[in-house]
């Protein structure tokens, strides 16, 4: 079973706050890991002693992170400076990163008939992506951004996929 670390910002956010947030991100990392079995290692710390400076929580954070094999950035991470932190470690250490993309993107395949095929891009850790077939979720194809760039017949605009897909369509019709 895959253990999951969760890195999210908190300042001026309440617990309950806090909370939903992290419940939030599961619901979205069960969809994410498509079945398979995780378990998430519990980084809110709300016994924490009074006295405790920030430092103190990063460096609890950073032991729970060290037991991961997955750490999972939800939004806003990047302006946070305890989640940058722990984000560095992740990379270095190489624990795999998974980044919290709430505004999913969309690439547009045109096949050898000119159909156009709707793909829905989810981040997959430091340089990889998952394209899931928007018509039927179970085809999912990892490619490396180097790989989805080197592909021919995908666009990012429906607009130009439709475009290449009448242009196969007329070469097929007009020998």
């Avoid at 999210?8 to 079995?37: C, D, H, S, V």
């Avoid at 999913?104 to 095929?117: D, P, Q, T």
């Avoid at 077939?133 to 429906?158: C, G, I, W």
């Avoid at 897909?165 to 019709?173: G, L, T, V």
């Amino acid at each position: 079973m895959k253990k999951i670390f969760i890195s999210q910002p908190m300042k001026g956010l309440t617990n309950e706050e806090i909370k939903y947030r992290r419940m939030e991100a599961i619901k979205w990392l069960e969809k994410f890991m498509r079945g398979e079995e995780f378990e998430i290692i519990d980084s809110f710390f709300e016994d924490a002693p009074v006295d405790a400076k920030p430092l103190w929580y990063l460096g609890e954070s950073l032991k729970k992170l060290s037991t991961a094999d997955y750490a999972l950035f939800l939004q806003g991470w990047d302006k946070a400076r305890g989640c940058k932190i722990e984000n560095t470690c992740a990379q270095e250490y190489g624990i795999q990163t998974i980044y919290e993309n709430r505004e999913l993107s969309k690439k547009y395949y045109v096949n050898a008939e000119g159909e156009v095929i709707t793909y829905i891009v989810e981040p997959w850790g430091v340089n990889k992506m998952h394209l899931i077939m928007e018509s039927d979720p179970t085809q999912v194809a990892e490619f490396t951004h180097e790989e989805l760039a080197s592909l021919r017949n995908m666009y990012d605009s429906k607009e130009n996929a439709e475009i290449r897909a009448a242009e196969i369509k007329r070469k097929a019709w007009c020998p």
